[in-house]
């Protein structure tokens, strides 16, 4: 059964919610919570059905990019950049089915496969995270090995807040 | 730079209520010096913002002298889950301090530090003439009343940040997140950089995922904090909607909870963040000429630009803070429910903003 979708019942809650309720409220504090509220109606309505997608891509590029960026540093590197490369193999492998549906409990996710999806995105957002710090706090790095994965770092930053600003709905908000 | 404050509860106070007016006259009657024959008349819930609630009323008193004093009030209370922690102590030291200044601030009657008296903590403050409301103020047909609006705002930014710190606002330096070389003068940088910190621990504690461009970017602000040539009182939420106006004139600014020491270019950057930027009456090169020549001092071009992406990583870090305030329950408020959603276009800005600060000059970072 695929109608109404999502989508449509969003939109038409919202109408209804416009056209109807908010008319009825004089200025004061439940006026401003149903405006508000019709706000997110609007903006779910654009992005109810993107978060899969979006999370697919974002792992992926996520998961490149790290794979790349840890490549390039160079073998007599720091420990602390072996760690981040093993838990980083960890996360791409496949990661325990108990931290998956923990998290995706926390985040009142109920499909299996976009849960999976999320806690690899947070762990994988971690390690980029960790990476960063590692990098900045580097005084023996060579500015030949910093620079090239600096520059990949920033790319990174760059498509993962285009990505996650056309997954929101929110994209053209500037 | 924030002190701590009593939470309010999840459910609020009750600020319209009866038991309102009771309160607010009772902390008046409490702090007026020597007031005596204290009430309150003509009170009203008015919309005091997202941070806090507001109760409107007419204060009647006898002072000393004898004189019957009759003066239009606002309480505002920490309203619960606000993505703003406010200390009203300090900002009632500040509105005090600065009603000896020409600063154009509303005076400030009592506080109630604790919320013994009120519940949560609470300000009592003049009630001044005007209306805020950014959104007729930044859609105004009237573009040449909005444009000399929008330079007498200038003009009263020049008036706040010739605040002398030391002198003007005495023993509030370091309360203030004005950070005290052994000399006993501030340093510029390390006040500056304070104020980031802050920020970014803000972000820290509050996020729901790690987040790593606004990690990044926070990281990069304390890698290339500038070291202005003095500090100075900074507003710290200076925009369309924080300050009462009537026709052309700014009238007070309002909302003077994230004041605190900083580089006055921080300020003239909140102004123009898109979300409010007043751009389309007055540029930000015109508004920048206008403040200088109000006495405002000579604005470092790369420095305001660094501050532009602080301003996003600092409104990034209030969403946050908003989002997770309505996830964890500790507010009602819808408004903060979706701030998250925000972030990222602070973000795409941001990025695009230190873009822009890494190809500058070298000469210009100064």
New interface residues.
């Given amino acids: 059964m695929l109608r109404p979708t999502t989508g449509e019942l969003l939109r038409a809650v919202h109408i209804q919610l416009a056209g109807q309720v908010l008319p009825a409220l004089a200025d004061g504090a439940p006026r ?2 149903l405006k ?2 019709l ?2 109606l609007r ?1 779910l309505e654009r992005s109810w059905d993107l978060q899969a997608t979006y999370l697919e891509a974002d792992n992926l590029d996520l998961a490149e990019t790290l794979d790349r960026a840890l490549r390039a540093l160079p073998a007599e590197a720091g420990t602390g950049y072996a760690r981040l490369r093993t838990r980083f193999d960890r996360v791409r492998n496949r990661l325990p089915e108990r931290e998956i549906a923990g998290s995706a409990a926390e985040a009142g996710v109920h499909d299996p496969g976009l849960a999976h999806l999320m806690t690899v995105n ?1 762990a994988l ?2 390690i ?2 960790d990476l ?2 590692a990098l ?1 706090h580097d005084r023996d790095l060579p500015s030949t090995a910093l620079s090239p994965v600096t520059s990949m ?1 920033s790319g990174l ?2 498509r ?3 990505r ?2 056309e997954a ?4 053209d ?2 | 730079m924030n002190g701590s404050s009593p939470e309010p509860s999840a459910t609020g106070a009750d600020p319209g209520g009866p038991g309102a007016a009771a309160q607010l006259a009772e902390l008046l009657r409490e702090q007026l010096p020597g007031a005596r024959d204290v009430g309150v008349e003509q009170v009203e819930q008015v919309f005091g913002g997202n941070a806090r609630q507001a109760l409107a009323g007419t204060a009647t008193w006898t002072e000393p002298s004898a004189r019957r004093r009759r003066e239009p009030v606002i309480m505002l209370s920490r309203a619960p889950g606000s993505q703003v922690q406010a200390d009203p102590e300090r900002e009632y030291a500040v509105l005090r301090a600065l009603s000896e200044t020409s600063v154009r601030a509303p005076r400030v009657f009592a506080a109630d530090r604790d919320g013994a008296v009120t519940g949560t903590s609470s300000i009592v403050l003049q009630r001044m003439p005007g209306r805020a409301d950014p959104v007729a103020f930044l859609r105004s047909r009237d573009r040449a009343r909005a444009r000399e609006l929008t330079a007498d705002l200038a003009r009263a930014a020049a008036e706040l940040h010739a605040v002398d710190v030391h002198r003007d606002v005495p023993g509030l330096t370091e309360r203030l997140g004005g950070v005290v070389s052994e000399d006993g003068n501030i340093d510029p940088q390390s006040t500056v950089a304070a104020q980031i910190e802050y920020w970014q621990s803000v972000f820290l504690g509050c996020r729901l995922e790690p987040l790593p461009v606004l990690a990044g970017l926070f990281d990069w602000l304390l890698d290339n904090v500038p070291a202005p040539a003095r500090v100075a009182l900074v507003h710290g939420d200076l925009r369309p909607g924080n300050f009462l106006y009537e026709d052309a004139r700014l009238v007070s600014l309002l909302d003077w909870e994230m004041v605190h020491v900083g580089d006055p270019a921080e300020d003239l950057a909140w102004i123009f963040r898109p979300l409010w930027s007043p751009q389309r009456f007055l540029d930000l090169g015109s508004f920048v000429r206008r403040y200088e020549e109000a006495g405002g001092a000579p604005v470092d071009r790369a420095a305001l630009l660094y501050h532009r992406v602080f301003a996003e990583a600092k409104f990034a870090a209030i969403s946050i803070r908003a989002a997770r305030a309505f996830a964890d329950g500790t507010t009602t408020n819808l408004r903060l429910a979706d701030r998250a959603a925000t972030v990222t276009t602070s973000l795409a800005l941001a990025l695009d903003l230190a873009a822009e600060w890494e190809s500058l000059p070298k000469g210009a970072l100064c």
């Fill in positions: 401003r919570q508000s509220a706000h997110l903006r947070h957002q971690e980029l995270a960063q710090a900045r770092v930053h760059r993962l807040v285009a996650a600003g929101a709905g929110t994209h908000d500037n």
